[in-house]
């Protein structure tokens, strides 16, 4: 039934397909490789003419508008010509974001990086005013003892700890007191923090591995993984083979 069909009416199939934009440049290639007559009829220069003027319509107007632009000699040389050159345009672009996408990676873990020298300054100086706050808690109580009577050592060992206390117990107590409560709210910020952009790096992440994913590369990585492991096998084969032959040969030697 398709062989009935004269040349005219296939070269106008292809070309309402073309206008219609139900076939690509892909499926051309497909049917050109198909059998003889599809490959000489999807060849014809008004058909890569519709297909140029579809993909690329710029390219299309500058050569109406001029004439004397020098251009390859057909519309499929020219064709792939400006494919060529959109798929290098891409592929730079495709580079340039990713190259933007790790750039943020980094600047995000630097960013944590910050957050937790910050949180482990402010835990340490929580833990310091927590120490000294705790040493002016025996102080007060040392002051509130002296004025109970108590054995001779045990009062000069109390008066000894007041003394060195040369600031008012009282007013470092409350500026103590006020430091603990900013360091611990500095540090709830700083975790809440820190678990916001935890999750914004794994999600800047995943959006760079899903930039860097090719199925392709994937199916080679497969591939090679396969055939290494076929030597693999085989020597595993051999050594286990191995007993059995070297029982046989005992055996001729000792026949």
Not at 28 to 34: D, E, V
Not at 61 to 78: E, F, W
Not at 143 to 171: D, F, I, M
Not at 192 to 217: C, G, I, V, W
Request: hydrophobic share 35%; aromatic share 4%.
């Amino acid at each position: 039934m398709a062989a009935a069909l004269p040349d005219e009416l296939w070269r106008q199939i292809l070309e309402i397909g073309v206008q219609k934009s139900s076939l690509t440049y892909k499926d051309l290639c497909c049917a050109s490789i198909s059998c003889s007559r599809l490959h000489r009829l999807s060849n014809d220069e008004s058909i890569w003419s519709c297909v140029l003027a579809s993909d690329f319509p710029v390219l299309k107007q500058q050569q109406s508008q001029n004439p004397n632009l020098s251009a390859p000699s057909s519309a499929k040389s020219l064709y792939r010509i400006s494919f060529e050159k959109e798929r290098d345009r891409k592929m730079a672009a495709h580079r340039r974001a990713v190259l933007r996408k790790e750039s943020q990676v980094f600047e995000r873990r630097r960013r944590l990086k910050e957050i937790e020298n910050r949180l482990c300054q402010e835990s340490e100086k929580l833990r310091a005013a927590a120490m000294e706050l705790s040493y002016l808690h025996k102080v007060r109580q040392a002051s509130v003892a002296l004025n109970v009577w108590q054995p001779q050592a045990v009062r000069g060992r109390q008066k000894q700890v007041v003394e060195q206390c040369s600031v008012p117990v009282e007013s470092q107590f409350n500026s103590l007191e006020m430091e603990i409560k900013l360091c611990k709210q500095q540090i709830a910020g700083l975790k809440k923090t820190h678990r916001d952009e935890q999750l914004r790096l794994e999600a800047t992440e995943r959006e760079l591995q899903s930039m860097k994913y090719h199925p392709l590369q994937e199916c080679n990585n497969a591939g090679g993984e396969g055939s290494r492991s076929i030597p693999k096998r085989k020597k595993l084969m051999k050594s286990i083979a191995f007993p059995q032959l070297q029982r046989e040969t005992s055996r001729e030697d000792h026949t």
